[in-house]
């Protein structure tokens, strides 16, 4: 199939050389994109611009189109992706300059606000492509020109750079409108939820809308910046470790194998006659941590996985080629020379103490030695003996105050003393913004966004009053051939990856920023998240086989963009399809799985009530499951879920898993005085979980009326006792005043006897 040529440009695909829709002669004429100079680029961007104000609206749709072949990057003259990448990120810029991107909100606003085309979907059986044809063209250049500018290259000249910092400010700031233009795109989102606007395409929003927060707010890399400034300006000493940095060094693992689980497995290989080489009983840890199958699986099983190791090489077997470089291959029947050996360093993350942790010790240690306690006081170690002084040192050397701590300390103060500490300073940046426009709504943009995670959850089942989230993926005429049944097929699983990527990146976004700004503004929204029962969604997300579900291949490579647009089209047969790509995973369901999983973590960290949550819902087999992926970062999260439980699960769990303990011990930070292997810890003890729901809600109502209720109380208002100044103060008074001021007058004032003794008795 030969190259797409250009298309409504008015350059070699058009011999008429003319702006599409607008009937304005284009001067160059035969000529491609690439071999316009600057002027002549812009001159023909503002001629396509002009082509957006006419009324017809197909007119209006084919310069929207036009403008997408340019922000595409006009593949039509290009010979290679490169090229293509090349010209859609320079024609980005070049189109943000020129006012494109106000000039498609004002479309895109007018789009939403189309009651002809909601109800024209609404009669509809079934919703198709067809009806959101403008609307996918409108957010297409949109999506194009926020993630080309987003993104910063080395060579990109200082007026891009000047562009993109206010291309920031201008989708962070309500410049043209009332509202950030992610609230815009919130509100899309509830709509389509709603049923009012079936047909937007809620793929390209979502995707648009995390991009934009991305943008905004800034990844996890400005998070972790922003975090260090931060605890400079509070006077916190620096972070132990970047959290980045230990993510990307750490490697996926098992965990030791105990003396116990060893004389076991060897009994078992005897039973069996010795099919293979027998180990010896105590082996290096470095040298068989990522040697086992699957090393998280319970002993009970593990007949039935020794037996298949030889003829079972599948997926985990693929699954090593994630971490290749990390693993060390076995050597049965041969030991290695100890200069070979790679014993571990260390754990990877230093411990940290709460100051909660530190008087917990100190009360239990003071109530066993002295019969008393001191309450908070952590100074006072009289009548203790010397071990417990060295104790308290150390746990004091390891303390750790969060921004949260002085966050919350600080909103006590301020709820204690409203009247002497004054009106609270709070810096406008773009995550105040974003978080002061969805206050009121964001119970509904919450449940929105677990309305479509669910319906594109791959273990949601087809139910008549699920929302449909196909409305962009669905042609208008159904396939009739087998290979386009498949495709289709292919197309609609991957409609759903994507928008599970998109809400579980965007959702942790927001937490994450939230946090860091403020920590009841990150308590808001988790709270009305686990209302919306978002822990047992995510829970059901990952009851599936998460394996299957990571190497999944729906896609079609070369379908994909740039590749289709510039090589010839191959035919595709069904058996290329069900081949798929060459990829051995799909790292797009990876993302979404440990974004998923940090949410999970994010809403349970220090909630008793929530981890209990965990228990119910019997979330331990089910995460168990997911460290069967050795992709390091996955592990960790898993692992995270599961020590918070521990304490709960019970001995008999802890004793039979006992691999996965050992995991925890090794991947995850460790708590000093942090009983989390053991249910004696104070905090596994009968917990009015209701009790701490609401006290966590009335402070972050507290917090909420504080700042953002601007109508004070009347009795906090400010009292003017001076005569003078108060007659001297100008009032604006109502036009329809000043017409029955007569009247008024003779009602109010001359009607009215004046009595001058108590006039004069009062003052």
């Known amino acids: 199939m030969p190259k797409v040529p250009s298309r409504g440009l008015g350059l070699r695909g058009d011999p008429h050389g003319g702006t599409p829709g607008c009937g304005v002669p284009f001067p160059v004429q035969g000529r491609s994109w690439l071999e316009l100079d600057g002027a002549q680029q812009r001159a023909y961007v503002m001629r396509l611009l002009d082509g957006l104000e006419v009324v017809n609206r197909d007119k209006r749709l084919r310069v929207a189109r036009a403008i997408l072949y340019l922000a595409q990057g006009v593949f039509g003259d290009c010979d290679n992706e490169g090229d293509v990448l090349h010209w859609s990120r320079h024609n980005c810029f070049l189109l943000y300059q020129l006012g494109t991107f106000t000039a498609f909100l004002e479309l895109l606003n007018m789009e939403m606000d189309n009651s002809q085309a909601c109800s024209s979907a609404l009669r509809k059986p079934a919703i198709s492509l067809a009806d959101s044809t403008e609307l996918r063209v409108l957010l297409s250049v949109m999506y194009l020109m926020v993630e080309n500018i987003r993104v910063e290259q080395e060579t990109d000249p200082p007026e891009w750079k000047t562009c993109r910092e206010t291309f920031r400010m201008e989708l962070s700031f309500p410049v043209h409108t009332e509202e950030p233009f992610a609230l815009l795109l919130f509100t899309m989102v509830t709509k389509f939820c709603s049923g009012h606007a079936p047909h937007f395409p809620m793929r390209k929003v979502l995707l648009l809308l995390w991009k934009v927060l991305l943008f905004t707010l800034g990844g996890f890399q400005a998070l972790q910046d922003l975090k260090v400034r931060k605890r400079e300006d509070l006077g916190l000493p620096p972070l132990p470790e970047d959290s980045i940095q230990v993510m990307r060094s750490m490697r996926a693992a098992s965990p030791p194998s105990c003396s116990i689980e060893l004389v076991e497995q060897q009994q078992q290989q005897q039973k069996r006659g010795g099919h293979r080489s027998r180990r010896p009983l105590v082996k ?25 190791e030889d003829v079972d090489s599948g997926l985990e077997a693929e699954l090593d080629l994630m971490e290749r470089d990390a693993v060390i291959p076995a050597v049965p029947a041969q030991r290695l020379p100890l200069d070979r050996v790679s014993f571990p360093k260390g754990l990877p993350w230093a411990p940290k103490v709460r100051q909660k942790d530190i008087e917990h010790f100190l009360e239990s240690s003071r109530n066993k030695f002295i019969g008393f306690t001191l309450g908070q006081d ?57 978080y002061r426009a969805m206050l009121y709504n964001l119970p509904q943009y919450m449940i929105a966004l677990l309305k479509i995670l669910l319906a594109a959850a791959p273990t949601s089942k087809a139910k008549t009053d ?170 960790l999260y898993v692992l995270k879920l599961l020590k918070i439980q521990t304490k709960y699960l019970g001995r008999q769990w802890r004793k039979s898993n006992m691999k996965t303990m050992s995991a925890i011990y090794q991947k995850v930070r460790h708590r000093m005085n942090d009983d989390w292997a053991y249910g004696n810890d104070i905090d596994a003890r009968p917990w009015d979980f209701q009790a701490e729901e609401c006290t966590l809600r009335a402070n972050i109502e507290a917090f909420n009326s504080r700042r953002y209720d601007k109508p004070q109380d009347s ?49």
């Open 284 to 308: 290096q840890d470095s040298l068989d941590m990522y040697n086992e199958r699957d090393p998280f699986k319970n002993d009970e099983a593990g007949v039935d996985e020794e037996e298949n």
């Open 715 to 763: 009795e906090f208002a400010p009292v003017d006792n001076c005569l003078q100044s108060v007659l001297g103060q100008r009032l604006e008074l109502p036009k329809d005043f000043h017409y029955s001021y007569e009247l008024w007058l003779e009602r109010e004032v001359f009607s009215q006897p004046i009595r001058w003794e108590e006039l004069l008795h009062y003052q």
């Open 466 to 635: 699920s929302i449909n989230i196909l409305a962009d993926v669905l042609p208008e005429e159904m396939p009739i051939t087998v290979l386009q049944s498949m495709k289709l097929g292919i197309d609609v699983n991957r409609h759903k990856e994507i928008i599970v990527k998109s809400i579980s990146a965007l959702l942790l976004l927001l937490l994450k920023h939230f946090k860091l700004n403020h920590i009841y503004q990150f308590e808001y929204v988790s709270q009305h998240l686990v209302f919306a029962n978002c822990i047992p969604l995510i829970l059901k997300f990952f009851n599936q086989n998460i394996m299957s579900y990571i190497t999944a291949k729906n896609s079609i490579s070369v379908l994909d963009y740039p590749h289709c647009t510039v090589y010839d089209l191959p035919e595709l047969t069904a058996e290329s399809l069900e081949a798929g790509d060459n990829n051995q995973f799909c790292w797009r369901n990876l993302f979404s799985c440990i974004n998923l999983l940090r949410i999970l973590n994010k809403l349970t960290k220090w909630k008793h009530s929530r981890t209990m949550m965990l228990v119910v819902f019997k979330s331990a087999p089910i995460l168990k499951r997911a460290l069967k992926v050795k992709q390091a970062m996955m592990q």
């Open 378 to 434: 952590t100074e006072t170690l009289i009548g203790l003996p010397r071990p417990i002084h060295e104790s308290v040192k150390t746990l004091k050397q390891h303390k750790y105050v969060s921004i949260s701590d002085i966050q919350i300390k600080n909103e006590e103060e301020l709820e204690k003393c409203p009247m002497s500490l004054g009106e609270e300073e709070v810096q406008e940046t773009p995550c105040e913004v974003l």
